[in-house]
């Protein structure tokens, strides 16, 4: 059988501060939410494109280095997930971001495999990165 959607749930003490970056600053499109007893709350939203990139530990440490310029980005878990968002210009995205409440980790850096990658904590403590891809021209 093959699998027709993939959700990434992310757990955060600060919902509506997660809920006003991801849909709000980021732009995700809210698809649904519901609320159950006890205050609990969920919104599903969607963006237009998704992958899931599988990565061992020594190449989440090779893009922690190459995003931030150092070794030991701290990690809350053992298991680490970062959430990548393409975008059109990662300069611009990075410093709206900032405005609309996440924190710098690093500003944009060229990689070596061509994108412009800017690493942010959104709100609700998730570590995201913001990445272009860069034309031929732009290397």
């Given at each position: 059988?093959?699998?027709?959607?993939?959700?990434?749930?992310?757990?955060?003490?600060?919902?509506?501060?997660?809920?006003?970056?991801?849909?709000?600053?980021?732009?995700?499109?809210?698809?649904?939410?519901?609320?159950?007893?006890?205050?609990?709350?969920?919104?599903?939203?969607?963006?237009?494109?998704?992958?899931?990139?599988?990565?061992?530990?020594?190449?989440?440490?090779?893009?922690d280095r190459v995003e931030t310029g150092r070794e030991g980005v701290a990690h809350a878990?053992?298991?680490?997930?970062?959430?990548?968002?393409?975008?059109?210009?990662?300069?611009?995205?990075?410093?709206?971001?900032?405005?609309?409440?996440?924190?710098?980790?690093?500003?944009?850096?060229?990689?070596?495999?061509?994108?412009?990658?800017a690493r942010l904590e959104a709100p609700g403590g998730m570590q995201v990165t913001a990445?272009?891809?860069?034309?031929?021209?732009?290397?």
């Amino acid at each position: 059988m093959t699998v027709s959607q993939l959700r990434l749930v992310l757990e955060t003490d600060d919902l509506d501060a997660a809920l006003a970056f991801y849909r709000d600053v980021l732009g995700l499109r809210e698809r649904e939410a519901f609320a159950e007893e006890d205050g609990a709350r969920v919104h599903i939203l969607e963006v237009p494109s998704a992958t899931l990139e599988l990565a061992n530990p020594q190449q989440v440490r090779y893009i922690d280095r190459v995003e931030t310029g150092r070794e030991g980005v701290a990690h809350a878990y053992p298991l680490t997930v970062r959430v990548a968002f393409e975008v059109a210009d990662a300069a611009t995205a990075s410093s709206e971001w900032v405005a609309g409440g996440a924190q710098q980790v690093a500003p944009p850096v060229q990689t070596p495999w061509r994108s412009l990658n800017a690493r942010l904590e959104a709100p609700g403590g998730m570590q995201v990165t913001a990445f272009q891809e860069l034309r031929p021209d732009q290397v």
